[in-house]
């Protein structure tokens, strides 16, 4: 089954404490990127990926990190968590964009939520 | 101002209606155009695209584009219960990379 898995689905963690998220795709998707969600303020992008090492930042990356050194996978690492991390996190995939500039829309992981005391 | 705006709702329909939802985005050269339901918790799903000034039907599911007057909308015909959720708009930006750009999202109630 074509899909995106997202590990873990929740976590409480205490703030300091480094966290990994894990995501990985099994559609060869180019493409990745890691989201957060909060009310009012809807999906908001914190890194992206084109290809194998290739990563930069989204509209909101300050305290994440990423990597992506095989095609599958697009780990997000908080490395020293603040309460204002508290969210719900989303990884989506997809091809990158085909002819005439259009997107083929994203896939989604099922989300983790996290809260950092 | 945002550059994909929905009305947040909640949209209350009565089971059978058509509901309308409404988006509007500002980057005039946008190519591709994404309508996804997401339930409360879980994640956004995809459930239509269009590409082109009209409208794309599938099974209860319409959208229609009109880049003219930059607006996309989403119609649900003979709605369920099941349809109550939180539909996102998202808007591709005309070049660079594939990314999307959500609205906040229009809760849509339908009730019995």
């Known amino acids: 089954e074509a899909q995106v898995t997202q590990n873990p689905r929740y976590l409480i963690t205490v703030t300091g404490k480094k966290l990994t998220v894990t995501c990985s795709q099994n559609m060869n998707h180019e493409y990745m990127s890691w989201y957060r969600q909060d009310p009012g303020l809807g999906l908001r992008q914190i890194y992206y990926?084109?290809?194998?090492?290739?990563?930069d930042k989204g509209d909101v990356p300050e305290g994440y990190k990423v990597s992506r050194k095989e095609k599958r996978n697009f780990p997000l690492i908080l490395e020293s968590p603040s309460p204002n991390q508290t969210s719900l996190y989303f990884c989506?995939?997809?091809?990158?964009?085909?002819?005439?500039?259009?997107?083929?829309?994203?896939?989604f992981g099922s989300g983790t939520r996290l809260t950092v005391v | 101002q945002k550059e994909v705006e929905q009305n947040s709702g909640p949209l209350s329909v009565p089971e059978g209606a058509i509901a309308s939802l409404n988006c509007t985005y500002s980057?005039?050269?946008?190519?591709?155009f994404f309508w996804y339901r997401q339930y409360s918790g879980k994640s956004p799903e995809l459930i239509m695209s269009i590409y082109s000034n009209g409208d794309k039907e599938d099974g209860r599911f319409t959208a229609q584009l009109n880049k003219a007057s930059q607006y996309v909308s989403l119609l649900i015909r003979d709605s369920q219960p099941s349809d109550s959720a939180t539909y996102l708009c998202?808007?591709?930006?005309?070049?660079?990379?594939?990314?999307?750009?959500f609205g906040a999202g229009t809760r849509l109630a339908v009730h019995p």
């Open positions: 989506a995939s997809s091809f990158a964009t085909g002819q005439g500039d259009t997107s083929y829309g994203y896939t």
């Open positions: 998202a808007v591709k930006r005309f070049g660079g990379y594939n990314k999307l750009i």
């Open positions: 990926s084109m290809n194998v090492e290739v990563t």
């Open positions: 980057d005039r050269g946008s190519q591709s």
